[in-house]
C-alpha cells in the first residue's frame, strides 16, 4: 500500500496539529495503521496504532491523553490528532501500515509492510 502523510508544520507549545494519511493500491481495511516518529539524532519511535477496524488503539505513554488516532476505511484515511503539543514532540512523524486484522497489531518498526515519506512537525517553545 502506498501512503502519504500531511498536515506537518510549526506549531506553538501547547498548540495542535492534525496529520493525516492518505492510503491507495491495496485493501486498506487488511491493515492495521500506526503512526511513528524520528527525533534528529534519534531512533524511529512508535508513537499510535489503530487495528483495521479501527476498534482498539493503542499509544504509547508519551502520547496518551494527547494525541488521538482514528481512520475512515471509506475515503482509506488515517488521522492523528495532535493536542498539548510540546517541544519534545518535535520530529518527522511516519505513517506506516501493517498487514494484520487481528486485534493486537505490533508496535515494531519491522513489522510494518509501508511507509509513508514523512512529515516535520516542529514545537517551539
Known amino acids: 500500500v502506498q501512503l502519504v502523510e500531511s498536515g506537518g508544520g510549526l506549531v506553538q507549545a501547547g498548540g495542535s496539529l492534525r496529520l493525516s494519511c492518505a492510503a491507495s493500491?491495496?485493501?486498506?481495511?487488511?491493515?492495521?495503521m500506526g503512526w511513528f516518529r524520528q527525533a534528529p539524532g534519534k531512533e524511529r519511535e512508535f508513537v499510535v496504532v489503530?487495528?483495521?477496524?479501527?476498534?482498539?488503539?493503542y499509544y504509547a505513554d508519551s502520547v496518551k491523553g494527547r494525541f488521538t488516532i482514528s481512520r475512515d476505511n471509506t475515503k482509506n484515511m488515517v488521522y492523528l490528532q495532535m493536542n498539548s503539543l510540546k517541544p519534545e514532540d518535535t520530529a518527522v512523524y511516519y505513517c506506516a501500515a501493517q498487514y494484520y486484522s487481528g486485534s493486537y497489531p505490533s508496535r515494531e518498526i519491522y513489522a510494518y509492510n509501508d511507509w509513508g515519506q514523512g512529515t516535520q512537525v516542529t514545537v517551539s517553545s
Open positions: 493500491g491495496r485493501t486498506f481495511s487488511n491493515y492495521a
Open positions: 489503530i487495528t483495521w477496524s479501527g476498534g482498539s488503539t
